[in-house]
């Protein structure tokens, strides 16, 4: 189910894949999310930053953000979006010495698209992996694409030669749960692509995207 590097460093080199630094209405929607967990001076991990876009508002709202990802070419347009605010980390995610080579633990990592270009295995030691990362308190706040969406029928036309199996809500949840992880909130966003969208009633089930925020279980 992996991608490959050389794929993904070949999408972030394509001039199209420049829109992915643009704010979107689901981009929005999970900013609007975010601002009700983040606070200033946090440290935050943008695992898988792609584009950049997020460790980009990470950094303009005042966190500590540090952008990890495998392509070089996204750590290089994510430097240059963060105009150099982020700290880059080029480091493969399904590493088992992945928490030894990181020395900062987070109050949180942020994960935007990522889990559902792995096979399930290699999903359990990223979360893992993830976890080791944490501070006793942080939060993971993980957002995937929806199976039920119908992005999922034009998905491939937007990313070429990137693979990717989408969730569904109750298989996001119990794959957190798995890896010993307490869900506290969790919904779906984007059901529609305008401004006013029953994401509340719907998102969960037909939104573009679904997300869980969780924190370490120490029961």
């Not at 001039?15 to 935050?44: H, M, N, P």
């Not at 493969?92 to 109050?107: C, V």
């Not at 998905?155 to 992880?181: A, C, D, S, T, W």
Request: include cysteine.
């Amino acid at each position: 189910m992996l991608s490959s590097k050389n794929n993904w460093d070949y999408f972030w080199s394509l001039d199209k894949t420049a829109k992915f630094t643009k704010e979107s209405w689901s981009k929005k929607r999970i900013k609007t999310i975010l601002a009700k967990y983040l606070f200033k001076d946090a440290l935050i991990l943008d695992a898988g930053c792609g584009s950049g876009f997020f460790s980009k508002y990470f950094s303009d709202t005042g966190l500590n953000v540090f952008s990890l990802d495998y392509s070089i070419e996204a750590l290089r347009i994510a430097k240059e979006i963060t105009e150099g605010k982020a700290s880059v980390i080029n480091e493969d995610l399904t590493a088992p010495d992945l928490p030894e080579k990181i020395s900062s633990r987070f109050d949180f990592i942020f994960s935007d698209g990522l889990l559902e270009h792995f096979d399930y295995d290699k999903q359990n030691i990223i979360l893992r992996n993830l976890i080791a990362l944490l501070k006793k308190d942080g939060c993971l706040i993980t957002f995937v694409p929806n199976k039920f969406s119908p992005w999922q029928i034009i998905r491939p036309f937007f990313m070429p030669g990137i693979k990717e199996k989408p969730f569904v809500y109750k298989e996001l949840i119990e794959l957190h749960q798995k890896n010993n992880l307490e869900v506290i909130s969790g919904g779906g966003i984007n059901t529609l692509p305008f401004r006013f969208s029953p994401d509340n009633s719907f998102g969960k089930y037909f939104g573009m995207l679904i997300y869980i925020i969780a924190k370490k279980n120490y029961e």
